[in-house]
Nanobody, 118 residues
Framework: QVQLVESGGGSVQPGGSLRLSCAAS??????????LSWHRQAPGKERGLVAT????????NYADSVKGRFTISRDNAKNTVSLQMNSLKPEDTAVYYC?????????WGQGTQVTVSS
């Protein structure tokens, strides 16, 4: 069982930065076994993948729209996953969710709002 709580969202001007964090409470399987990812959903749009990180943190993947601007990282000792977002654009505005996946075990956080506007 995994419970995920995101934080760090807010409002920022275009070109600014935000760092999202997701803290996990884990029972049973170790946190390091889970593939972690960040997703986002803008109003009227489907939820889409932003970035993924492997259990060890050695492999990361990004949506083309955020490559070079966002960085996903994890700390398995602290059971956290973060998303550093730089050079933010208005089109990055969305609710951001973290997700933990292992086999058929899938868990979502409640989401945190990111608004990029001048």
């Amino acid at each position: 069982q995994v419970q995920l709580v995101e934080s760090g969202g807010g409002s920022v001007q275009p070109g600014g930065s935000l760092r999202l964090s997701c803290a996990a409470s884990v029972s049973g399987l170790a946190f390091s076994n889970y593939i972690l990812s960040w997703h986002r959903q803008a109003p009227g749009k489907e939820r889409g993948l932003v970035a993924t990180i492997s259990g060890s943190g050695g492999i990361t993947n990004y949506a083309d729209s955020v490559k070079g601007r966002f960085t996903i990282s994890r700390d398995n000792a602290k059971n956290t996953v973060s998303l550093q977002m730089n050079s933010l654009k208005p089109e990055d505005t969305a609710v951001y969710y973290c997700k933990a996946l292992w086999g058929s075990r899938l868990y979502w956080g409640q989401g945190t709002q990111v608004t990029v506007s001048s």
